[in-house]
């Protein structure tokens, strides 16, 4: 590479001074590294970049943020952070929300964010669980846990928050993980870089109320077997030896296959931009429990006008044709009449 | 017959002023009568006030009393605040309007009923069990029966209209017929009806126009025209505007005046919807609209918004206001300013949505949860709800706060005549954001405190994104004084409580004093907030004119109160508040002054008359 690109920050000017106060070994910690340390590579600036959230663990983050933040109402930050990229799209703003905060009291004001496309980068760290009120279900539990509202296990069929994003006409889709700090700031980096609505689910481990619960699937002797790494343009293959693929079978439905006996020229290539959700859909719901292969990274990636842009274009043809607004004209424009 | 509209040959009879109600079947366009016959009075010069009363349902069941809409427009030679108590003219265009609004109509009053709706189906819809226009029951009126529909299909058959279609031309055909008989000008209808309509409906209801005024000139149903001539009101340029309007305009005054762009974040709902409508079409004073999934994120994008250095608007009524709670009680805790608007309806829940109530005073005080203040602004007449805008607008942006700012469905789509005024007199709103770091450490070292006030105001700084070094985090979580990180020490959340209840009292020093008008020395006096003011105005001169001495006091900020009105109370011996609730703002200053004060309620949906208030404040002296 011959253009040395020279960061105009470093990871330390994304810190605040604040003491991060969750519980030791969250999974958030994670997180919060990646996004500080993927901060310098984006070539933004600090106070042109705004994390707003909701409640909620995940929602303590933008306190750490050395940047302009927002700690909000439960379920509301995709619609404050509409307000903000709306009346400012010069900003870069960022969502933190969780799986109870996004899903169930705002699950709303996601699904209206997304299919707007307002320019937003949201994160939602789904650990299952609700963490800040210690140890509910949440509306991405599985049936059947056992919590301390749930003592004979929940009865709730979960949501399977990618199938929400992409029902709710999401133009970007994506998951990553707490463990892989890379694969977190990959993804991160994409969303970032997508304009309009971008949706990355982090699987996120809660340690305290809800401990292990992707272990089957991102767990150090899971990874290999479990992990489906999508690439745009190449087929979907895991496992060890790259033995396992996906192909759609002939009543559509997809399915997990021997490479070899399958063959390399049967499996599903992947297409991030797709126009039709539908094989994203499929991919989001190819999995169904955390002990079975589960594709990661970039599902979606399809260029939408965005709101804020187009809300400003609105503004500005308003100006074009009418001229810049006369309080004058606009107090007469109803008709007059003069006495005296 | 000729298409020409011949002039009267009748001398007019003039009058100082005239209540004219307008009845028929939502689908008979009545609003669009009464709009009509207010505006080209409004261009003759006559003071006038409005009052469109219709069902909420779109369309309810033709002919039915459910679904009779009706605009009573009074016009006058002299300054007038009310759309008068009892008409002096009733146009009735079916019998199902005549069941409605008999009862409001002035005996001796003059009825003119469309008489070709009064077939035995038109009385059974409208549960009559005999025909009204025989049985002697309209004695008490000067009846005037007018075959409207047979009239109108006649003039427009020419045209080569189909009966059916020209029968929805018959309330042009009485708008004309009324238009003669107030000496209407009507250039400005022709105009309009050339303006608004196209191709055969145009013909239509131009032919229907003109046939009614012929008719009222020709027909000799009525012994002469009337005529209102044109108010004394101070020179100057007006224009017809309703509350909504007035409001809307008001915001998009109130960011130019405060140099920031509008934000407005808003979810339909009667009788708010307009406002959201009119600030749509302004985008070219940089007004941006969104309306929202719901009433909770159109706060909520208000609130981002006035984060980010908009000014922050989010528009509803009652049951919105209910759902914005949170935020509004997010922006007291973040010391944001924000705009929400009550155009209050009666409730509770969908109650009344197209009928007039103002029993949001509660909800407004009080409805947050933990202490949580802030200042309330009430409009009082459509065209004041342009400078009551400007006002909420100017305490949000100078104190950081949350304003609320109370209108009603009556001043909403009442209209009035408004002397347009100069912008150049208007207030400069503006304040400064922070542009640099605020406080010194020990050693030497520069921050940014979010939470540190102006001494004055007690107002923290506004530090938007995208300015270099302020970078700094809010939250609902309580903070520390002054550096704004997340405290929870008993000592200073008591400090933070009293710091934001003590910015909004200090409000109180920035208000206009409370003043007393009519009789500053009479035993009563009357305290009046919002729309009220235009039936206590005409109760309050009605009852020094019948020779008692009355004091009035119309209050448009009711939070904080103005600091000289438990003095100005006390001062009298009774004081009566009337309001359009069960006594919300009674409550309110009994606790606050010890004053015995006493309620006078109306909750029918329905504004005050000035003869209901005459009443009471001749019962109480009684």
């Known amino acids: 590479m011959s253009d040395v690109i020279v960061p105009l920050t470093q990871k330390k000017d994304w810190m605040s001074d604040q003491e991060v106060r969750w519980c030791p070994g969250c999974g958030d910690y994670g997180i919060l590294q990646a996004v500080q340390t993927l901060m310098p590579d984006l070539g933004v600036a600090p106070e042109n970049t705004v994390f707003i959230s909701g409640i909620g663990c995940s ?151 809800n401990d292990a619960a992707f272990d089957g699937v991102t767990g150090k002797h899971h990874r290999a077997e479990m992990m489906i790494d999508l690439v745009h343009g190449e087929p979907i293959r895991f496992g060890p030896e790259k033995e396992h693929g ?65 809300v400003a274009a609105q503004v500005m043809q308003a100006g074009e044709k009418k001229g810049p607004g006369s309080l004058g004209d606009l107090l007469r424009s109803n008709g007059t009449w003069t006495i005296g | 017959m000729t298409d020409t509209v011949e002039r009267s040959s009748r001398q007019p009879e003039q009058i100082s002023h005239v209540v004219v109600r307008f009845a028929g079947d939502s689908g008979d366009g009545m609003q669009l009568t009464g709009d009509r016959f207010t505006s080209v009075s409004a261009l003759f010069g006559n003071d006038l006030s409005t009052f469109p009363d219709y069902p909420a349902e779109i369309r309810a069941p033709a002919g039915t009393v459910n679904g009779v809409s009706s605009f009573q427009v009074h016009i006058s030679d002299h300054d007038i605040t009310t759309p008068g108590d009892s008409p002096n003219v009733l146009v009735a265009m079916n019998a199902a309007a005549l069941k409605a609004d008999i009862h409001r109509l002035e005996q001796n009053g003059l009825l003119i009923v469309n ?38 299909q006649a003039a427009a058959e020419p045209l080569g209209v189909k009966p059916r279609d020209a029968e929805r031309s018959k309330n042009f055909f009485a708008l004309g017929m009324v238009s003669w008989l107030y000496s209407r000008p009507i250039e400005p209808t022709i105009a309009w009806i050339e303006g608004r309509f196209k191709d055969l409906v145009k013909e239509a209801n131009l032919a229907a126009f003109k046939a009614g005024y012929n008719f009222g000139e020709t027909s000799e149903l009525f012994d002469h025209p009337y005529m209102v001539p044109p108010s004394d009101t101070s020179p100057g340029e007006y224009t017809n505007i309703t509350g909504n309007t007035a409001l809307a305009w008001g915001l998009v005054a109130a960011g130019q005046l405060s140099k920031l762009p509008v934000f407005l974040g808003s979810y339909p709902i009667t009788p708010a919807s307009d406002i959201l409508h009119e600030l749509s079409k302004h985008k070219n004073f940089g007004v941006r609209t ?25 528009t509803t009524s009652g049951p919105g206001v209910a759902l914005k709670s949170e935020t509004t009680s997010l922006a007291v805790s973040l010391e944001l300013p924000f705009v929400l608007v009550d155009i209050q309806r009666g409730g509770p829940s969908t109650g009344l949505p197209t009928k007039t109530e103002a029993a949001d005073l509660n909800i407004a005080m009080y409805g947050r949860h933990g202490e949580a203040p802030l200042p309330i602004v009430a409009a009082y007449s459509p065209a004041n709800c342009f400078d009551a805008a400007i006002e909420a607008a100017r305490i949000a942006l100078k104190y950081r706060t ?84 997340i405290s929870y020490t008993p000592a200073n959340h008591t400090k933070m409580v009293h710091l934001r209840a003590d910015k909004i009292a200090g409000i109180a020093k920035d208000i206009p004093e409370a003043k007393v008008m009519g009789d500053a020395d009479a035993d009563v006096v009357l305290l009046g907030w919002g729309s009220t003011w235009a039936a206590i105005d005409a109760a309050v001169q009605r009852t020094r004119r019948a020779g008692t001495k009355v004091g009035w006091i119309h209050l448009t900020h009711l939070n904080p109160l103005p600091p000289n009105l438990g003095d100005l109370l ?53």
């Open chain 1, 246 to 310: 996906v192909m759609m079978g002939s009543d559509g439905q997809l399915r997990i296959v021997d490479v070899i006996e399958a063959g390399v020229d049967n499996l599903l290539v992947h297409d991030a931009h797709r126009e039709d959700p539908g094989l994203a859909f499929a991919l989001a719901r190819l999995s169904h429990d955390d002990h079975s292969p589960t594709p990661f990274g970039i599902f979606r990636d399809v260029h939408r006008p965005d709101y804020g842009s187009q």
């Open chain 2, 115 to 152: 008489s070709d709706a009064f077939e035995a189906r038109d009385l059974e819809k409208a549960d009559y069990t005999s025909n009204p226009l025989t049985d002697g029951s309209l004695s008490n009126y000067r009846v005037v029966e007018v075959p409207m529909t047979t009239l109108t």
């Open chain 2, 570 to 622: 006390r001062s009298f011996r009774h004081v009566l508040v009337p309001e359009l609730n069960m006594g919300q703002l009674c409550r309110i200053v009994r606790a606050e002054f010890l004053v015995d004060a006493k309620p006078v309620t109306k909750v029918q949906g329905l504004p005050f008359s000035s003869a209901e208030l005459e009443a009471a404040i001749q019962e109480v002296l009684k």
């Open chain 2, 290 to 314: 969104l309306q929202a999934e719901d009433e909770i994120a159109a706060a909520g994008m208000a609130l981002g918004a006035a984060f980010a250095g908009h000014l922050g608007v989010t």
């Open chain 1, 59 to 209: 929602s303590r983050f933008p306190y750490y943020m050395n940047t302009y933040g927002m700690h909000s109402i439960h379920g509301r930050a995709p619609a404050i952070a509409t307000g903000v990229a709306v009346a400012r799209p010069d900003l870069d703003v960022w969502v933190i929300t969780g799986d109870g905060d996004a899903l169930s009291i705002g699950g709303n004001h996601l699904i209206h964010a997304l299919r707007r496309n307002v320019n937003l980068t949201i994160l939602l760290f789904n650990n299952r669980i609700y963490g800040l009120t210690k140890g509910q279900y949440s509306p991405t539990s599985e049936e059947g846990k056992v919590t301390k509202s749930t003592p004979m296990g929940s009865i709730d069929h979960p949501f399977n928050p990618l199938a929400v994003a992409l029902g709710a006409e999401a133009s970007f889709v994506a998951r990553t993980h707490d463990l892989d700090r890379k694969h977190m700031m990959n993804v991160f980096r994409a969303a970032h870089d997508h304009q309009g609505a971008s949706f990355v689910e982090i699987y996120q481990n809660c340690n305290v109320f």
């Open chain 2, 402 to 485: 949350p304003v609320i700012l109370l209108s009603d469905g009556y001043l909403a789509n009442g209209s009035e005549p408004w002397k347009i005024p100069d912008p150049a007199t208007l207030p400069d709103i503006s304040v400064p954001f922070a542009t640099a770091k605020n406080h010194v450490n020990e050693d030497g070292t520069e921050e940014y405190w979010p939470y540190l006030r102006d001494p004055e105001t007690l107002a923290r700084p506004w530090a938007i994104p995208g300015t270099p070094g302020l970078m700094h985090r809010v939250g609902g979580i309580e903070k520390e004084d002054g550096r704004g990180d």
